[in-house]
């Protein structure tokens, strides 16, 4: 069977119904006309319609309004690009040709990418002022990887055309832009370039010039497909898009062997570097003279994704010769499933920002058991061109590693982070001097948003590497942060000492406005680029004086929604009846006064999390000064409809000391969700009656179980959950036990095992090419046929070609004008229900 998937029922949705008969099997129906009423249950048994619908005014006008354009800022920060983003794409572009290999999707027409979103327009512009000036793109232009190169003169980007990737080049001065490659560039594994330090040449993944057509699936089988294992331990994830089979291993060489070349930025031969292969990525290093390259090789896993795969990480001179060899992996490697459990081995391989050619990696001194004990978890090695002596120690960590930023010769920050206990460090480390003992600028709870001081603001050097910010004087650095408070976030610039370790508050936002800092224009940070937004004001880019305190307009975007000017939004707090304090965003539609309108329909909207810290869940993590405007598949176009909408409420799973959160998650999440509704009712706002309940992946999966186990909601929307936990038996989010090792937990927290007890309509909706681990469609399959077997009310959507998120405009239609019904049907105009039932007990 050919791995090409096209089209299929391509314009048409399909949809199964079940109204409260038990057992029944018929299907039937016809297609009905897009936009059409949305098809009645049928009184006896199931039936699968057809036909893309459209939901009511607004919403469709609001997501085909044209979208706000994203902003890249030059290295040399003088000059802005403004990014034109394309609508929607239609449903016939997701239902172009597709390989699904390795845990990859592709279109073999293009070598690139097979979903996802591109641009349409370059608008150039300076920081200071002046006129702007539009980057001429060819007709039908698809861009992407757009990257400014080291010194901010030039703008490289790839074009899709119907049978390739092109690569392109503008110059920021002139806004004229040529194309430097035909359409030659290998996507398969993400940006197919990278600009050389010097910024006059570019680095390229090519499609091999040669490689002659495709494989051709064969007539007849060889033989049967078998994988063994003898006696070793090897756990594993549930994945997509997996290999199946040997022709499955011949398209993924075809279409993923690149060749990796050098063109210069003005057009040229392009000059091979190295032996054709596998490319996974690759770097150059700040000198220019040497490449990491990371190549896959044989063999290869019917398991696991690619990453998995047997793989080799070189180091080539100039010239394409190997030089050094950081790891050569010739077998399969799962990742292994537990907190802070790695892989023995190089990890975080790259190069170190600040030198001409010194590679850094981290990897693990207790084999990456997590379980052992251990004194030192990770060391982190740094070995220097020409690469003949033996790698050095930079820092021994009793944490796993978990990032590093530059900063100078003799400073750079490492991160480090254990799951288990939710903690993180930061250490100041000489780099001059490894091995010499680190400082510890930070040690706090990874939960702990209060406490976090913030993220050091980076700054693109004259070779295109992110290294840290200084202040004058070169002893202290910036911080950037959300500055969480019990208020609220109200971002933050703070200037952290690296002598003392002391932090001093340059600016902060303040009410009514949320304003984050966007870059840093001068060493001493008295003027910054900073995106703001109000409750009524659009995200727009200021330029900031904090001398003066004025702020001047960069931008002028305008409201991409007006139809829903005039929408209230609060941050408003609970207890739940452990003490635990919760929180949530309040949405009420344009005009809205409780006194005047009286209570309204509630769509209660959650993702649960797990904490390890009872204070860290009661933190609020919004502002109150956001400004509000659906897109895509949004809940939030209920608004539209006169609904209120409970945004985000905690939905907190606890787990302190030994006790992992999900031991008592059903207790915890029905106590969440009863404080929440209780807290909408006392304050005037919702309808008892009348709160409906929805999310997406693990929200779906929260959204089954609190219909099964609680009578809070007269009905839910579940959209691409999990239902069955026997299908992800080695773990799921964040827990890390299997199924053999806490079965109880396991079951009991499967809705599936509870379908007899979900007595309120559901809305089951799922894509049909859904790849995110553990949310395979036959979940949503089976829990339907779960629901229907025992006599429920429930729908289920089946969107074609869409993944975990839905994209095409035909779904996003589709998908919201179900919603819309099925809680106009089953909650706004739901009638009242027993004091009983109302107490929310189940």
Same mark, same amino acid.
């Given at each position: 069977m050919s791995r090409i998937l096209s089209a299929w029922t391509t314009g048409f949705v399909s949809v199964m119904l079940s109204a409260g008969c038990a057992g029944v099997q018929a299907t039937g129906g016809a297609g009905s006309p897009a936009g059409g009423a949305l098809a009645q249950p049928a009184a006896t048994a199931g039936a699968t319609v057809s036909g893309y619908r459209t939901p009511p005014a607004p919403i469709t006008q609001i997501l085909d309004a044209a979208p706000t354009p994203l902003l890249s800022l030059s290295p040399d920060q003088a000059r802005i690009a403004y990014l034109g983003r394309t609508e929607m794409p239609g449903i016939e572009q997701l239902a172009e040709p597709e390989l699904r290999l390795a845990g990859t999707r592709i279109n073999p027409l293009t070598g690139g990418p097979s979903r996802g979103s591109a641009f349409n327009s370059i608008t150039l512009d300076n920081v200071e002022g002046g006129a702007r000036r539009e980057v001429r793109l060819p007709e039908g232009a698809r861009v992407d990887y757009v990257q400014w190169s080291p010194d901010g003169s030039r703008l490289a980007f790839a074009n899709t055309v119907a049978n390739g990737i092109e690569l392109w080049v503008a110059d920021a001065r002139t806004a004229e832009a040529r194309r430097v490659l035909g359409p030659e560039l290998n996507a398969a594994l993400g940006s197919p370039f990278d600009?050389?330090?010097?910024?006059?040449?570019?680095?390229?993944?090519?499609?091999?010039?040669?490689?002659? #057509?495709?494989?051709?699936?064969?007539?007849?089988?060889?033989?049967?497909?078998?994988?063994?294992?003898?006696?070793?331990?090897?756990?594993?994830?549930?994945?997509?898009?997996?290999?199946?089979?040997?022709?499955?291993?011949?398209? /993924?060489?075809?279409? /993923?062997?690149?060749?990796?070349?050098?063109?210069?930025?003005?057009?040229?031969?392009?000059?091979? =570097?190295?032996?054709?292969?596998? =490319?996974?990525?690759?770097?150059?290093?700040?000198?220019?003279?040497?490449?990491?390259?990371?190549? =896959?090789?044989?063999? /290869?896993?019917?398991?696991?994704?690619? /990453?998995?795969?047997?793989?080799?990480?070189?180091?080539?001179?100039?010239?394409?010769?190997?030089?050094?060899?950081?790891?050569?992996?010739?077998?399969?490697?799962l990742s292994p499933i537990g907190r802070d459990m790695v892989n023995p081995g190089p990890r975080w391989t790259s190069w170190r920002a600040d030198a001409p050619a010194t590679l850094v990696w981290a990897e693990a001194v207790d084999e990456g058991d997590a379980r052992r004990a251990a004194p030192v978890r990770d060391r982190v090695l740094m070995i220097t061109a020409p690469f003949s002596a033996e790698p050095r120690t930079l820092i021994e960590l009793d944490q796993r590693f978990a990032g590093i930023t530059w900063g100078r010769d003799d400073l750079a920050l490492v991160n480090s982070r254990w799951a288990t206990t939710a903690r993180t460090r930061t250490y100041l480390v000489n780099p001059s001097q490894p091995g010499a003992a680190p400082r510890m600028l930070v040690d706090r709870s990874a939960e702990d948003r209060y406490a976090d001081p913030g993220s050091p603001i980076t700054a693109l050097n004259d070779v295109g590497f992110r290294v840290l910010r200084f202040a004058p004087g070169g002893d202290a650095i910036y911080l950037s942060g959300q500055g969480a408070s019990p208020r609220g976030n109200y971002p933050m610039l703070d200037r952290l000492d690296l002598r003392t370790g002391q932090t001093e508050r340059l600016w902060q936002a303040e009410d009514p406005h949320y304003e984050n800092v966007v870059a840093l224009l001068d060493d001493d940070a008295s003027r910054l680029l900073t995106r703001r937004e109000t409750l009524t004001e659009p995200p727009n880019y200021f330029i900031r004086d904090r001398g003066t305190g004025s702020a001047t307009a960069l931008t002028d975007f305008e409201d991409p929604a007006p139809q829903l000017a005039g929408i209230q939004r609060q941050i408003i707090t609970y207890p739940r009846a452990d003490g635990v304090m919760l929180s949530a965003t309040l949405f009420t539609p344009p005009g809205y006064d409780a006194a005047r309108d009286g209570r309204l329909p509630v769509v209660l909207w959650a993702y649960p999390r797990e904490f390890r810290d009872a204070d860290a869940a009661s933190q609020i993590t919004d502002s109150p000064n956001r400004f509000s405007r659906p897109g895509g598949s949004s809940h939030l176009f209920l608004l539209t409809q006169g609904y209120a909408i409970l945004d985000g409420?905690?939905?907190?799973?606890?787990?302190?000391?030994?006790?992992?959160?999900?031991?008592?998650? =059903?207790?915890?999440?029905?106590?969440?969700?009863?404080? #929440?509704?209780?807290?909408?009712?006392?304050?005037?706002?919702?309808?008892?009656?009348?709160?409906?309940?929805?999310?997406?992946?693990?929200?779906?999966f929260m959204t089954a179980n609190l219909l099964a186990h609680s009578d809070l909601f007269r009905a839910g929307i579940a959209r691409s959950g999990a239902y069955n936990r026997t299908l992800t038996p080695f773990g799921f989010q964040a827990e890390p036990r299997s199924y053999w090792e806490a079965q109880e937990v396991y079951l009991r927290m499967s809705p599936f095992n509870y379908a007899n007890q979900i007595n309120e309509p559901i809305l089951l909706i799922h894509g049909e090419a859904d790849n995110n681990s553990g949310t395979f469609p036959i979940q949503s399959e089976r829990m339907y046929q779960a629901l229907k077997g025992h006599g429920a009310t429930v729908r289920y959507v089946v969107l074609p070609h869409e993944s975990h998120g839905y994209a095409a405009r035909e779904s996003v239609m589709h998908t919201l004008a179900e919603m819309v019904e099925w809680m106009d049907r089953y909650v706004k105009n739901a009638g009242p229900r027993t004091a009983a039932v109302q107490q929310g007990g189940g």
């Open positions: 600009w050389a330090p010097d910024g006059r040449s570019l680095l390229v993944k090519r499609n091999l010039p040669n490689r002659g #057509a495709a494989p051709v699936v064969p007539q007849v089988p060889g033989g049967p497909v078998i994988q063994e294992t003898l006696g070793q331990t090897a756990p594993v994830r549930t994945y997509q898009d997996l290999l199946t089979g040997p022709y499955d291993e011949q398209l /993924f060489e075809y279409y /993923f062997t690149s060749q990796l070349a050098r063109v210069p930025a003005v057009g040229g031969q392009p000059q091979p =570097i190295g032996a054709p292969g596998i =490319i996974s990525s690759f770097s150059v290093a700040p000198g220019g003279e040497y490449t990491l390259v990371n190549v =896959i090789k044989r063999p /290869f896993s019917y398991l696991a994704p690619l /990453f998995a795969f047997a793989s080799e990480a070189n180091v080539l001179d100039a010239r394409g010769n190997r030089v050094y060899q950081v790891q050569d992996r010739p077998e399969v490697v409420p905690a939905m907190p799973i606890i787990g302190e000391g030994d006790v992992e959160p999900n031991d008592t998650y =059903i207790e915890q999440l029905v106590s969440s969700a009863r404080a #929440a509704v209780d807290k909408v009712v006392e304050m005037g706002v919702g309808d008892r009656d009348r709160f409906g309940v929805g999310g997406h992946s693990y929200g779906a």
